[in-house]
């Protein structure tokens, strides 16, 4: 059964972090791309950042650059995002996906869109208090 679990979310400050996991099991994790996508109240989902199977490339939303940081141990089935500089725009739910292969990532801001993610996780919540 595939499962992806995201974990760490919660309550913050402003200007504080977290750190978001999602534990992967039951493909084949090293050969998916993973990404982050985020859906606040009244919005659609938003891809936040993806990481790719092979030689770890990273892809950021423009409104988290600099500040999140993801990153993936092949070895425990496992990526982070490590969120810095928290706002409260940042709240949302978010939800770990996967998607096989590597070629598809070659066509841009294709990384961000939530069709092309096989698997997704059932979210964890992030609020940011002001």
């Known amino acids: 059964e595939v499962q992806l679990v995201e974990s760490g979310g919660g309550l913050v400050q402003a200007g504080g972090s977290l750190r978001l996991s999602c534990a992967a099991s039951?493909?084949?994790?090293?050969?998916?791309?993973i990404g982050w996508f985020r859906q606040a109240p009244g919005k659609e989902r938003e891809g936040v950042s993806c990481?790719?199977?092979?030689?770890?490339?990273?892809y950021y939303a423009d409104s988290v650059k600099d500040r999140f940081t993801i990153s993936r141990d092949n070895a425990s089935g496992t990526v982070y995002l490590r969120m810095d500089s928290l706002n409260p725009e940042d709240t949302a739910d978010y939800y770990c996906?996967?998607?096989?292969?590597?070629?598809?990532?070659?066509?841009?801001?294709?990384?961000?869109?939530?069709?092309?993610?096989?698997?997704w996780g059932q979210g964890t919540h992030v609020t940011v208090s002001s």
């Open positions: 996906a996967a998607s096989y292969g590597v070629g598809w990532l070659q066509t841009p801001g294709r990384w961000s869109a939530p069709s092309e993610y096989d698997y």
């Open positions: 039951g493909f084949t994790f090293d050969d998916y791309a």
């Open positions: 990481i790719t199977s092979t030689d770890g490339t990273t």
